[in-house]
């Protein structure tokens, strides 16, 4: 258990869907962040939220809309996605966004698009 | 040049021996050090962090920092068939963002 609960973990889902990825963390953190990670490919930074407020787009296209209801959650919105899409998405939070605090991870979305 | 680069492996090691993970890094700023651990289909987990005012242990793992050549290693000492994941190294940029490496996979055999 890593304090950080990603749901659903497995998401298969076609061009022209309308789908969401969830994140609630448990660790009192007030950062969180949206990663890509695929196959022999280093963790892309897609989104950072401090306190809330979006304090990062990482040139992520607009089809990915995120969404940081209070410091708890954290959604992913995902809208006519391409095949180049499919990765496993991951949720991480620390305390504070500096970067000398550490990341914990959720266990990560696996999203495959047809 | 890539901004954190490791090789991909496998590093394979037999139990018991001393495994040596390396990460290169290009920003000659950079203050904060991070291993994280994943193993296959499960999420990366902190192993250790370090800062630039030196090196740290945490039972059979040691990371190192070499400033003058831009580069940190992790060390696992007593390698188990357990320690058999993927390694990747992280490193903060001067854009504030941790920049991770494609990672480095360790094999245990007994």
């Known amino acids: 258990e890593t304090g950080v609960t990603q749901t659903p973990r497995h998401l298969v889902m076609g061009m022209t869907n309308k789908k969401s990825l969830k994140c609630e963390q448990h660790l009192g953190h007030n950062a969180m962040y949206w990663y890509k990670q695929s196959a022999k490919k280093p963790l892309e930074l897609m989104f950072v939220?401090?306190?809330?407020?979006?304090?990062e787009n990482n040139s992520v296209p607009s089809r990915f809309s995120p969404e940081c209801p209070n410091s708890s959650h954290l959604f992913l919105h995902l809208h006519t996605l391409q095949p180049e899409d499919s990765a496993l998405y991951l949720c991480?939070?620390?305390?504070?966004?500096?970067?000398?605090?550490?990341?914990?991870f959720g266990d990560g979305t696996r999203l495959s698009i047809l | 040049q890539k901004e954190v680069e490791q090789n991909s492996g496998p590093l394979s090691v037999p139990e018991g021996a001393i495994a040596s993970l390396n990460c290169t890094y290009s920003d000659r700023g950079s203050q904060s050090f991070f291993w994280y651990r994943q193993y296959s289909g499960k999420s990366p987990e902190l192993i250790m962090f370090?800062?630039?005012?030196g090196d740290k242990e945490d039972g059979r793992f040691t990371a190192q920092l070499n400033k003058a050549s831009q580069y940190v290693s992790l060390l696992i000492r007593d390698s188990q068939p357990s320690d058999s994941a993927t390694y990747l190294c992280a490193v903060n940029s001067r854009t504030d963002k941790l920049i991770f490496g494609t990672g480095t996979r360790l094999q245990v055999f007994p």
């Open positions: 370090i800062y630039s005012n």
């Open positions: 939220y401090s306190l809330e407020e979006r304090v």
């Open positions: 991480a939070s620390s305390q504070g966004r500096g970067v000398s605090q550490p990341q914990h």
